[in-house]
């Protein structure tokens, strides 16, 4: 009996796509616990690529299970969008098992998002504008739509003009906006229903009788630590729980049966959307970081934010998330600098700070303090051991292990399934 939690140590877009997969052959379940199509995966196999955004990335994989567990907000038309191009692809998606209990996204979560975001103006959070927000927080306001809803049809109308007579009010009196017509979301919603049908299950209790049967369940986080709503620079968060304890409440998964969390970290450091970045860089180093790393959201299409490894977050996403392995990613990426810096602490109004410090004002004050590690300009993609990498490159990710609290158990020197170091098994 094995659980394992893969989730983003920095503010997502890690890496997390390739670590799944590289556990792929070794895993019975994959299971998405939280998110929805706001964030996104790409898996390279050979040369084909692939961009996941609800599909959990073991999907990809002939022998696993892909499950979407009831934390996830779904949107049905991305979703079969997507069960769709990969069946044009010639990849299997009749495994998939979706929970009962997981949220739609409807048409008015997506209007209310984008133009919630408008109004803000500059105090905006950089959202994607997809609905996510709205309908987590339908969730906890209790007059959410679940997927079980779909195969009920009056208790699906109910729930909708619950929703929409005070919905509609705020479209109309706040926005000066059109209010949306709940036969037009009850008739749309409703043709979803037959096509999931075969997909929808109690999926917490087949990955109970999963591990009961001695099955290896992988759990997989979308976004990152940074962007928990608990956890994460509030309010520039996601509005779900990407840590280590929403993969037990976003699966049905007790914590007592995970054994192994591993954290993706990036070798240097990247966020999408507003908020506070100590190690951000607006130079010629920021942008060819970008360009070498292809640092455009997989699912948004934005250029993400650049800035070097900042090791107070990773010590803090060990903290969070009980982090017991690392998987560091795009190490490539840097081959080529002189030298490269590490953020090792925080400068907050001339006091040196050792940790991620909890208070969000000193936060966006805080300025990186620097040590330099010397650089290497050999080309390491095809490296396979740790030996295979350059003297400054083996130092560079001991030096990153040791200050970040935890081991480095495998480093990406590539985009490929193959360009994978395994320092130490994950199973």
Not at 115 to 124: Q, T
Not at 129 to 145: E, M, S
Not at 295 to 319: K, L
């Amino acid at each position: 009996m094995t659980a394992l939690v893969l989730l983003g140590a920095q503010w997502g877009d890690e890496g997390k796509g390739k670590a799944t997969d590289l556990l792929g052959d070794r895993v019975d379940y994959v299971v998405r616990y939280q998110g929805g199509n706001n964030a996104g995966h790409t898996v390279v196999i050979g040369d084909q690529k692939y961009a996941l955004h609800l599909l959990p990335s073991g999907i990809l994989s002939p022998n696993v299970v892909p499950v979407i567990g009831n934390g996830v907000v779904i949107d049905p038309s991305v979703l079969l969008q997507e069960i769709k191009g990969l069946n044009e692809r010639g990849i299997d998606t009749s495994k998939l098992k979706i929970s009962t209990n997981a949220h739609l996204i409807t048409p008015y979560h997506r209007t209310i998002d984008k133009v919630s975001e408008r109004f803000l103006g500059n105090s905006k959070i950089g959202t994607t504008g997809r609905g996510i927000g709205p309908a987590y927080a339908d969730k906890i306001n209790r007059i959410g739509v679940r997927v079980q809803d779909l195969f009920d049809p009056s208790i699906l109308r109910q729930k909708l003009e619950s929703a929409l007579r005070d919905k509609n009010q705020v479209l109309i009196k706040v926005f000066n906006r059109k209010g949306i017509e709940v036969e037009d979301v009850f008739n749309e919603y409703l043709e979803y229903a037959e096509i999931l049908r075969p997909y929808v299950t109690d999926t917490a209790l087949l990955l109970d009788k999963a591990l009961k049967a001695g099955k290896t369940v992988l759990l997989e986080g979308s976004q990152g630590t940074l962007l928990d709503v608990d956890h994460g620079t509030y309010p520039f968060v996601t509005s779900s729980n990407p840590t280590a304890g929403g993969a037990s409440t976003g699966s049905g998964i007790g914590p007592t049966k995970i054994t192994t969390v591993i954290g993706i970290v990036k070798a240097y450091t990247t966020r999408v959307g507003s908020g506070p970045f100590p190690t951000e860089l607006f130079d010629e180093d920021g942008e060819k970081l970008r360009t070498i790393g292809g640092e455009v959201g997989v699912t948004t299409g934005r250029n993400r934010r650049c800035g070097w490894y900042d090791a107070p977050i990773a010590r803090y996403a060990v903290r969070v998330n009980g982090i017991t392995d690392f998987f560091l990613t795009k190490l490539d990426v840097l081959t080529g600098w002189e030298k490269i810096p590490v953020c090792v602490a925080y400068d907050i109004d001339g006091v040196r700070v050792e940790e991620l410090p909890s208070s969000q004002t000193d936060f966006h004050h805080a300025k990186p303090i620097y040590e330099y590690l010397p650089g290497w300009t050999e080309d390491i993609s095809g490296a396979r051991s740790f030996s295979d990498l350059p003297a400054n490159a083996q130092a560079y990710v001991k030096y990153l292990e040791k200050i970040s609290e935890a081991p480095m158990s495998a480093i990406g020197v590539g985009p490929g399934r193959d360009q994978t170091i395994v320092v130490k098994e994950f199973i």
